[in-house]
C-alpha cells in the first residue's frame, strides 16, 4: 500500500553494518491493524542470521566500537538523535501503520526516542568509577564497563520508546547490542537501524535481526555470545527469558507489564485527576505495560468519579490510526480476541460506559471501544490481569488501609498514582504501595527519560530509564594495586 513511505528495505537485517538477506531468505507479513491488510514484508531472521549478529557484535567491541571514547559515543548518539528529530513525523506515520497507533501518539513515541538519545549521549562520559580508602601501600578504584553483547528482545507496543531506553542505554554504556523486535511491528526498529547507518555508527555496534520470537528471539537470548539480555514483553516470555540467562548465567532486565492502580481520596482535586485517570487507561488502546487499568475511589466519591469517567468515555472515538482519533485499533485479531474475552465473561461486573467506533472504519481493522467497567471484586480477573487493551475497572476502598491492600494485591508491581491533597497520606502510600514508580497528583505512565523504570513481582527487574539504567547496562570492576 503506498501509504508506507520506507526510506530502508525491511526485509533485509542489519548485520555488522550491512544490510542484509536474511538466512532462510523468508519474510513474514507487515499488517496494517487499522484495516487489517498486508502491506508489505519484513526479514524473518533465522538462527543462522542471530548467530551472525552476535559475531558481528564482539566484532565491534574489539573493534573502532569498543576503542571510541566515551565523549565521542556521545555525540554520536545525540546526532542520531538530531537525526530522528528531523524524521519524526515520517517515523510517526510508518509506526501508526505498523501498529495502528493513532499519529499523535506515534510523533510522541518518536520524540521520546530522541529524548533518549539526547539524554544518554550526554551521559556516556558521565558515568565513572571512584577510588576506594584501602590498606596502607594500596590504591584502590573502581571501573565502570560495558558487559559486552546485549541483547534486547522489544515488544511491538511502543517500539521507538523500547529502543530507547534499552538499546540506546546500552550502547550509551559502549556495549554492542543486538536488536530483535516484535514481529507485529518491526519498521521502526530497522528505521531506526537504517538512521545509525547513516549517522557513521561503527559497524557491528548495533545489529538488528527481526523475526518470530521462538525463532530468531529463542535463538537470540541462548546464545552463549551474549553478556546481558533486557526483555520487555509478556510474564511468560519473561519466564522463558530468566531460564535462558541462568543456562548462561547472564544478567537478564525484564519489564513484564502491569495491573497499575491509580487510588482516588475524597480530598483529590478531581478536575485535575480526570483527564489523567481516563489518558492512562486508553493511551495506545491500553495496550501500554504501565496503563492504569484500576481506579480505585474512596467510597464517599466514587459514584461522582465513575459518573464522571464514564462521560469522558462516552465521548471518545475509535478509528483508523491515521484519522488521529482519541482510540486507534488493537494490534492485531489476536490481541482482539484476549481483550474481548474478558468483556465476555464479567461475571457480575456491569459496563459502566463505552467510547463509540468512528462511522466508516474498515472492516478488516481490530478495533473495540474503550469500557469502563464498575462492580468488580478485587479478586475477578478484570481486576487482577493484565487485559493489554482499553479497559479500566473502578473499584470503590473504604479506608486508606483498604486502598493500600487492594492496589497491593496482585501479583503486578509497576506504576501507581496517588490522588490525593493530603502530604502525610502521599508519604506513607509513596512507602507502602508496591510498585517501581509511585506518581503523587499525577500519573506518567512511565514518565519521562530522566526517570528510573521497573517494576517488582511479576512486572519484573531491574531498571531502564534515567541515569540509573547505565549501571544496569555496565559492570563494576574493582581494581587494588599495591605499591608498597
Ligand atoms: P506479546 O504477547 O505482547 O506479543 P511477547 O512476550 O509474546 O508479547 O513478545 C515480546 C517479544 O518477545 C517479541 O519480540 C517476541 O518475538 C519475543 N518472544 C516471544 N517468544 C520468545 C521466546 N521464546 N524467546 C525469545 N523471545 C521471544
Not at 525491511?10 to 553494518?17: E, N, Q, S, V
Not at 584502590?140 to 553483547?149: C, M, S
Not at 482510540?327 to 489476536?334: K, N
Amino acid at each position: 500500500m503506498s501509504d508506507l513511505d520506507l526510506f530502508f528495505d525491511p526485509t533485509r537485517c542489519f548485520i555488522g553494518g550491512n544490510w542484509v538477506v536474511p538466512n532462510g531468505q523468508q519474510t513474514l507479513p507487515i499488517e496494517n491493524p487499522s484495516t487489517g491488510e498486508t502491506v508489505g514484508a519484513i526479514a524473518r531472521g533465522t538462527a543462522d542470521d542471530i548467530d551472525h549478529a552476535v559475531r558481528a557484535a564482539q566484532a565491534a567491541l574489539n573493534g573502532e566500537w569498543g576503542r571510541m571514547p566515551a565523549a565521542e559515543r556521545g555525540r554520536l548518539l545525540a546526532r542520531i538523535g538530531h537525526m530522528v528529530l528531523e524524521r519524526a513525523d515520517q517515523l510517526a506515520r510508518i509506526e501508526a501503520i505498523d501498529v495502528g497507533k493513532p499519529l499523535k501518539q506515534a510523533k510522541a513515541d518518536a520524540l521520546a526516542l530522541a529524548r533518549y538519545l539526547e539524554f544518554y549521549g550526554g551521559a556516556c562520559d558521565k558515568i565513572h568509577g571512584e577510588t576506594i580508602p584501602y590498606q596502607d601501600g594500596y590504591t584502590v578504584y573502581t571501573l565502570r564497563q560495558p558487559h559486552g553483547v546485549t541483547a534486547h528482545i522489544i515488544p511491538w507496543n511502543y517500539p521507538m520508546q523500547i529502543i530507547g531506553r534499552s538499546v540506546v542505554g546500552a550502547l550509551a554504556m559502549g556495549n554492542a547490542a543486538v536488536l530483535k523486535p516484535a514481529e507485529e511491528a518491526c519498521l521502526t526498529a530497522i528505521a531506526f537501524a537504517k538512521i545509525c547507518d547513516e549517522a557513521g555508527l561503527p559497524k557491528g555496534a548495533l545489529n538488528v535481526v527481526p523475526g518470530l520470537g521462538e525463532e530468531a528471539g529463542a535463538a537470540l537470548t541462548s546464545h552463549p555470545g551474549v553478556h546481558h539480555i533486557s526483555f520487555t514483553g509478556s510474564v511468560g516470555v519473561g519466564q522463558l527469558i530468566q531460564e535462558a540467562a541462568a543456562r548462561n548465567v547472564v544478567p537478564v532486565t525484564l519489564e513484564l507489564g502491569g495491573k497499575s492502580p491509580q487510588l482516588v481520596f475524597a480530598d483529590a482535586d478531581l478536575d485535575r485527576a480526570l483527564p489523567f485517570l481516563v489518558n492512562a487507561g486508553i493511551q495506545n488502546a491500553g495496550q501500554t505495560c504501565s496503563a492504569s487499568s484500576r481506579i480505585l475511589v474512596h467510597r464517599s466519591v466514587h459514584d461522582e468519579v465513575l459518573a464522571r469517567m464514564a462521560e469522558r468515555y462516552r465521548a471518545l472515538r475509535v478509528g483508523p490510526a491515521l484519522d488521529d482519533l482519541e482510540v486507534g485499533p488493537l494490534v492485531s485479531a489476536r490481541q482482539k480476541h484476549i481483550v474481548s474475552s474478558f468483556l465476555d465473561h464479567l461475571d457480575g461486573a456491569k459496563i459502566a460506559a463505552r467510547g463509540q467506533l468512528a462511522d466508516g472504519i474498515p472492516a478488516g481493522g481490530h478495533y473495540l471501544a474503550p469500557a469502563l467497567v464498575s462492580h468488580v471484586v478485587p479478586s475477578n480477573a478484570l481486576a487482577q490481569d493484565e487485559i493489554f487493551g482499553p479497559v479500566q475497572v473502578v473499584i470503590p476502598f473504604d479506608d486508606e488501609a483498604d486502598a493500600i491492600r487492594i492496589a497491593n494485591g496482585t501479583d503486578f508491581g509497576l506504576v501507581a498514582g496517588v490522588w490525593t491533597a493530603d502530604g502525610g497520606r502521599q508519604m506513607r502510600l509513596a512507602k507502602a504501595i508496591r510498585s517501581g514508580q509511585v506518581f503523587i497528583n499525577n500519573y506518567g505512565a512511565g514518565g519521562g527519560v530522566e526517570l528510573p523504570f521497573g517494576g517488582i513481582g511479576k512486572s519484573g527487574h531491574g531498571r531502564e530509564k534515567g541515569f540509573e539504567a547505565l549501571y544496569g547496562f555496565s559492570v563494576l570492576k574493582t581494581v587494588a594495586a599495591w605499591h608498597g
